[in-house]
Nanobody, 124 residues
Framework: VQLQASGGGLVQAGGSLRLSCAVS???????LGWFRQNPGKQREFVAA????????AYAASVKGRFTISKDSAKKTVSLQMTSLKPEDTAVYSC???????????????????WGQGTQVTVSS
């Protein structure tokens, strides 16, 4: 299984970005998540979506501004980010855990597969 994240870039505070993560493999029965990390800091949970796509969870710092979604036909998971703040600056990574159910997962140790990160920089 390979995950390929894209969509990062430089944006002004208050702006929007949409990250996408393509998931390879024969199936798309995965719970998926987005995490972010800055140098010298621990990886931080951002958002998660269940295998069915019916359940989602967000970090308190992004709730109401970010939206996670998945497209089973395209085998992608997206993170729509709005009202971006300088503190949202980080390398964002997508992760997958095999499973088709209603559970979502909020810690990095619960995920089996990771994509490379994509840099998001929000200027003030």
């Amino acid at each position: 299984v390979q995950l390929q994240a894209s969509g990062g870039g430089l944006v002004q505070a208050g702006g929007s970005l949409r990250l996408s993560c393509a998931v390879s493999g024969r199936t798309f029965n995965y719970a998926l998540g987005w995490f972010r990390q800055n140098p010298g800091k621990q990886r931080e949970f951002v958002a998660a979506i269940s295998g069915t796509g019916g359940n989602t969870a967000y970090a308190a710092s992004v709730k109401g501004r970010f939206t996670i979604s998945k497209d089973s036909a395209k085998k992608t998971v997206s993170l729509q980010m709005t009202s971006l703040k300088p503190e949202d600056t980080a390398v964002y990574s997508c992760a997958a855990r095999l499973g088709y159910g209603g559970a979502y997962f909020g810690t990095e140790y619960q995920y089996d597969y990771w994509g490379q990160g994509t840099q998001v920089t929000v200027s003030s």
